[in-house]
Structures are given as structure tokens and as C-alpha cells.
């Protein structure tokens, strides 16, 4: 059989990578396969760069390497059509048209399948096309397969993980080697981890957008990026990494998503953001890079997924079994394939995105204090008014100007009880500004 022609959009971390695995591995992939894949296009703004790229490998020179990606996407002779160019505008265009087209998609863009995933898949629906998309989620670990086909005898309770390499490794190498966030950050920008605006990664966007995906094949919902709560690392103060430790505890950014019922009715939480951890659970102890996510099920029970989530060779892992399995499933019927979704798209529920305010966890409560007699029952009487009950205390010795702080680890509550506590204590006169406050998950 003919290999089937793939056409690359972006020869840059995942694309050179992507590149040069096909090229190592190709006899494998063939016997895999069932026929070759061979890249024959490839499109990049630097023509020159890419051209060296391609020549430093082992077979080469024959691919044709342009700077308009539009010549890919509407080349007759592409079969599948693979985006690694990144971001939303120009991607959707171009994944759009290649759809038109009739070329099957594969892609490692989160952001663009987070914002216009409906949008795309019911283009392939109706086109009777694939877009494969495993290295949008979790890099090389094979999450997105095992969520949709591995787990799918059962109903899906939760998933929860670290899902941006770029803000596990900053926290761990801050936390390990002491080193300022600026320097971390530039350290994950040269090993490729990073996304072109790092403020994506950051701020937790990134997480979010892969974390909204994720959802809707868990729960059989349409992706709602807009809906997701979203913070990131960029105000936590290296103290509370500290107070944590001292806890018990560690801080990672988790993505979190799980079906809840708030007053008898259904809803799904969609959250990104700082999160304690207690010390001992495994994944806790996922480092640098890593990515961990971890996948409640009524049926499995838990089950932890682990490996790089960011990087060439990894997330071309993933492109490149998205490539294999679309090569064996180009010629099956389009309503006996896997689902975009993991449902059926007629089958999809409206089951809400809950606000934040009803969301039910425990929280790490940082305030810091004019030493004074009386403040700790100021604290614990505005907590017991809310019905937040208390599960642990740190309080330091007096510092600078007779302040100190106090931390408080609280049981479970609804965020809105939270929220109006925390305003009472930082109206006390004896609260030195902010309350410091980061959400805390047991993931027993
Ligand atoms: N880097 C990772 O570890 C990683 C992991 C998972 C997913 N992703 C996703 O993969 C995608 C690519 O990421 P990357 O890190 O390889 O990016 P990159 O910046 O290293 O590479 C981007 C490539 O796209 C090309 N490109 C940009 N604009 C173009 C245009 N207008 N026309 C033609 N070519 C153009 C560039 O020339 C470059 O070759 C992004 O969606 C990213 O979110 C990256
Ligand atoms: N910027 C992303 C790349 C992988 O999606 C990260 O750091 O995890
Ligand atoms: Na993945």
C-alpha cells in the first residue's frame, strides 16, 4: 500500500520533533500503521531554517518546504493535515479549510480546541473527517485515548491534575533550588516547555484550556472555555510554599474537574488554580516538567496517569500515534470511529458549569496579624459565624513590628462562606492587608 501523505503546518518544537521520530521510528510505524506515513509538505515562516531541519535527517530533501500554509492545507495530494503552528486565529482558518477539504487534522493545539473545538468537530461530524488532538493534552501521556476509549465502560466522577509543565517546573525548582521565578521561567522558555506567551502558562490558561477539553470527553459536554475558573502562579508568595511544607502539604496548580450536586442539582466544576495537596499522595510528588492526572471512576476506581507533559520528542509521541490511528481508521465508516468527544454528538448534555461560589472544598487560610491579645478568637468566632469548621493552626512567633502569622487550615465549605469570612477578617483592625487564601484538595 502507498504511505498516506502528511503535510506539516510549523517545523518548531513539535514540528522538528514530530519530524524526526517519523523519520527514526518509520519502520515501526509502518508495521503499526499498516502503510507509511510520510511527511511530503511542510509550511514555516522561516524556509531556510527548515530546510536544514529536514536536510539533518535521515531520508530528507523531497519534501517540499513552503511559507504559506494555505498551499498545505489545499494541496490535493495531503491526506492528513498536521497544525503545530499554535494559536487561535489563523489555526482555525486553516483547520477549517483543510476540514473543507476533506484532510483529516491532527493537532497539538489546546487553546485553539478549547475556544473553537465545537465549532471544528462538527465540521468534521458533518465533513466525515478526524481531528485527533492527543498531544493538546498532558504531552506524551496518552490521556485523551484513555478517557475516551480506555475508561469507557464507566461514568467518570472526576479529573484532576497538573497539567502545565512550564508552572511544575518553576514551583518545584523554586521550592528545591531556591532559584527566583524569572530565572525558572527562562530556563522552561529554552527547554521548549513554554508556550509562545508564557503568560498562558503562567496564569493557568494553559492548564484551562486543556483541562476544558478534558471535561467535555469525561462528561459528554461541549467544551466551555468560557466558563472555567481560572488563576495561576504568579501571586503565590514563596512564605506559603513554605507554610504548606510545614503542614504537610505541597502547592501545585491542579486542574481540576468533577460532577457535583448543589442543592439537588447537577453541575460540573471547571477550576484551575493554586491547590494544597497533602504531602504524602503521589502526586504531590510529581516534579519539574511532569504531569500527573489523576481520573476518578465509578467502576476502575482511581486510576494516575504520568509522564512528560511538554517537550519535542514526547508531545511528538502523540501527534505521531494520532497520525497512526487516523491512517488505520481513514477508511472505516465516520459513525463507527472514536467520537471527538467520547459521546455520541447528538448525545451530549447540557449538565451546567458551576460558578465558583458553589464550589465545595477546603481552604489554607493565611493572615497576618498584629500580635495582639484576643486576635486568634476574632478568627475562629468570624469562622464558626460562617459554619467553617477548623482542621489545623500555625501560628508563628512575632516578627517585624510585633506581626505575625497565622494559618488556618479549614474542613470543607462552599467558597461563598469563604469569601464572606475572609472580608470580615480583613475589616479587622488587628489584619495587616490581604488574606491569603489557596484551595486545598485531599484527592483521596
Ligand atoms: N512545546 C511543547 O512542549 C508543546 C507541547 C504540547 C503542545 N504544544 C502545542 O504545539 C503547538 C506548537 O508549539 P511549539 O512549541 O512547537 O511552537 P514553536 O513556536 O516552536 O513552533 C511554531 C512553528 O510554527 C511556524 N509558524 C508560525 N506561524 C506561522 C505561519 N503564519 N505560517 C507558517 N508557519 C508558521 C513557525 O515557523 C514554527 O516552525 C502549539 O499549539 C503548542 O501549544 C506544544
Ligand atoms: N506550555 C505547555 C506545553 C505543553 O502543552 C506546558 O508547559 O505544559
Ligand atoms: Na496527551
Redesign the pocket.
Known sequence: MKPIKAGL????????GTYHVLQRNQEEIRRRAGRGIEVSMV????VER?RKIINSGIVGSEVEVV???FAVVNNPDIDIVV?????YD??RELVLQAIANGKHVV??????LALHGNEIFEAAQAKGVMVAFE??VA?GIPIIKALREGLSANRIESVAGIIN?TTNFILSEMRDKGLDFNTVLKQAQEL??A??DPTFDIEGV?AAHKLTIMSAIAFGIPVQFGSAHIEGISQLQAVDLRYAEQLGYRIKLLGITRRTTVDGKEGIELRVHPTLVPGARLIANVEGAMNAVLVQADAVGATLYYGK????E??ASAVIADLIDVTRLATADPYSRVPHLAFQPTELADVPILPMDEIRTSYYLRVTVQDQLGVMADLTRILADAGISIDAVLQKEPGEKARTDIVIITHQTREKYVNAAIAKIESLATTVGKVVRIRLESLG
Not at 43 to 46: C, F, G, K, S, T
Not at 107 to 112: D, R
Not at 309 to 312: D, E, K, L, Y
Open positions: 503546518l510549523g517545523l518548531g518544537t513539535v514540528g522538528a509550511a514555516v515562516r522561516n527548515a511559507a504559506d500554509p497544525e503545530l503552528i499554535g494559536g489563523l489555526t493537532t497539538a493545539n489546546k487553546a485553539l498531544a493538546a504531552g509543565g521548549g516547555y508556550e509562545a494553559d507533559g511538554a517537550g519535542a514526547p508531545t
